[in-house]
């Protein structure tokens, strides 16, 4: 899996889905989802998992069942839904008639999520536009109104009261003087920029994130190994006393993480319509690019899963630290479908 650039602001397209946490800091593998195409009748059925690659291959929790899709047959709108694996529906996609476009909206109709349009470029295969939910017009107009409330504070008040027992003084202000009634100690205010969003969700501790456990097999040690255990002779492996410190990151919804805003609305992405671009790298390979930023990485191969006749497609997609699940999802079940139809626009 090649290596991956986070966005700099989380990228989701509604704010209960799962956006991938950090890569894993033994192996630097990115998260990593499977999408199977299920032998049935009319070919538009997928399984989605997730691999995780920390675990043994003989766990039975290195693959676990994220969402499932589902399409009708012979259907003349080409609609897919994807559900979680509890079956609750989460999302529509739907191909426009007589265009090579797709839109992606909640279940049973409302406003669009996702568009995304084929091309016939060498190198460029699908334009996609996104609705960021994180990075609503709204929410920017009320940072840039509080941006714009505390720049206005800040030059007007030279001093804010501090605890210390010193005075600290501005420019053209007597020593002598008290601009205070509460008698209060003052000194200049200092603003520093926000840390990027990924400190925050990692070592935020107002809203601290449980992280479930994965060790589910009877290889690891039931006793969690200690500091001291770690010389050179120990039993217990490095990802063993990994696991021990910090277990591996698990994806959560987009609302559970405390995420500021852009350190500058400059760099941030402009307004809540975000453009991306699916290329062609290789016969088998595509990437989806944020600007020139690799965000999701995507591999197509035939595999022989037991119990289904013959070889079927699958999918390895890579999606790098805060970009939502469900939208790589989406893109990569457009580009099948195009594998599999009339328009023949293959990652071969």
């Known amino acids: 899996m090649s290596t991956l650039q986070p966005p700099d602001h989380p990228l989701a397209l509604r704010h209960s889905h799962l956006l991938a ?38 766990s039975p929790a290195r ?16 609609a897919r839904e994807i559900r979680d694996a509890a079956g609750r529906p989460l999302l529509e996609l739907r191909r426009r008639i007589w265009w090579r476009a797709w839109s992606v909206k909640q279940p049973g109709g409302g406003e669009e999520l996702m568009s995304a349009e084929m091309r016939w470029g060498a190198s460029v295969k ?19 109104d509080a941006e714009e409330r505390e720049r206005e504070y800040v030059n007007s008040h030279d001093y804010y009261p501090i605890p210390s027992g010193r005075r600290r003084h501005g420019h053209g202000h007597n020593s002598n003087s008290n601009s205070n009634s509460s008698g209060g100690r003052y000194a200049r205010r200092h603003i520093s920029p926000p ?24 290889t690891k040690s039931t006793h969690l190994p200690s500091y001291a255990s770690a010389h050179r ?26 995420f500021p805003p852009a350190r500058r609305h400059s760099e941030a992405v402009g307004g809540e319509k975000v453009a991306l671009r699916v290329v062609r790298e290789s ?4 990437a989806v690019m944020m600007g020139e930023r690799k965000i999701v990485s995507i591999r197509r191969e035939k595999v022989l899963e037991f119990g289904l006749s013959g070889p079927v497609d699958r999918w390895e997609v890579g999606v790098a630290e805060g970009v ?10 457009i580009l099948a479908e195009f594998v599999r139809h009339e328009y023949r626009v293959r990652i071969k």
Do not use: C
């Open 21 to 58: 946490p950090a890569p894993d800091r033994l192996t630097n593998t990115p998260t990593t989802l499977t999408i199977t195409r299920s032998n049935t009748v009319s070919g538009r059925a997928f399984s989605v998992h997730q691999l995780r690659a920390h675990e043994p291959f003989d």
């Open 63 to 78: 693959r676990s069942l994220l969402y499932t899709v589902s399409g009708k047959f012979w259907s003349g709108t080409l």
């Open 126 to 144: 699908m334009a996609v536009r996104v609705q960021n939910a994180l990075l609503a017009a709204g929410l920017l107009d009320n940072w840039r």
């Open 195 to 218: 840390p990027p969003y990924s400190a925050i969700a990692s070592s935020s501790v107002n809203n601290p994130l449980p992280r479930p456990s994965t060790d589910t097999t009877s």
């Open 233 to 258: 002779r120990s039993t217990h492996s490095l990802r063993d006393l990994l696991d021990a410190v910090e277990p591996p990151a698990e994806p959560a919804p987009a609302s559970s993480y405390a």
């Open 283 to 286: 016969n088998t390979a595509a």
């Open 324 to 333: 939502d699940l469900l939208l790589a999802v989406s893109i990569v079940l």
